[in-house]
C-alpha cells in the first residue's frame, strides 16, 4: 500500500505565496507522474501541474508563471510553489502519483487526502 501526505496549506492574502509538499509512502518502487490537483467549492477537480520522473512539467494554463512544480526523488516527494495567489486559487489541492509498488508490473494512482488553500483579503 502507498499513501500521500500533503502539508503546507492555509490561509494567505491576494498577492501572496504558499508551498505544499506531498510525500510519498509505502511499498515504492518507482514513481513514475507526480502532480497536482484541486477542487473548489461547488466546482470540479481541476488539473494544475504535473512533472516526471525525469523532470519534465506541464502546467494548467490558470497557474502558468505564478506556480512551479518541482520534485525530489530520493525523498519520493513532489511541491508546488504558489506565488501571486488570487482569491480564485482558493480551492482544496490534491497531490497524485503513478506508483510502480514493489512486485508489480504496472503503476498505480494514488490520491492524498487534499489540504486547504485559502486566498482572502
Known amino acids: 500500500q502507498v499513501q500521500l501526505v500533503e502539508s503546507g496549506g492555509g490561509w494567505v492574502q491576494p498577492g501572496g505565496s504558499l508551498r505544499l509538499s506531498c510525500a510519498a509512502s509505502?511499498?515504492?518502487?518507482?514513481?513514475?507522474?507526480m502532480g497536482w490537483h484541486r477542487q473548489a467549492p461547488g466546482r470540479q477537480r481541476e488539473f494544475v501541474a504535473t512533472i516526471t520522473h525525469s523532470g519534465g512539467t506541464n502546467y494548467a494554463d490558470s497557474v502558468k508563471g505564478r506556480f512551479t512544480i518541482s520534485r525530489d526523488n530520493a525523498k519520493n516527494t513532489v511541491y508546488l510553489q504558489m506565488n501571486s495567489l488570487r482569491p480564485e486559487d482558493t480551492a482544496v489541492y490534491y497531490c497524485?502519483?503513478?506508483?510502480?509498488?514493489?512486485?508489480?508490473?504496472?503503476?498505480?494512482?494514488?490520491w492524498g487526502q487534499g489540504t486547504q488553500v485559502t486566498i482572502s483579503s
Open positions: 509505502g511499498s515504492i518502487g518507482s514513481i513514475n507522474v
Open positions: 497524485y502519483a503513478g506508483v510502480r509498488s514493489l512486485g508489480y508490473n504496472y503503476d498505480s494512482s494514488y
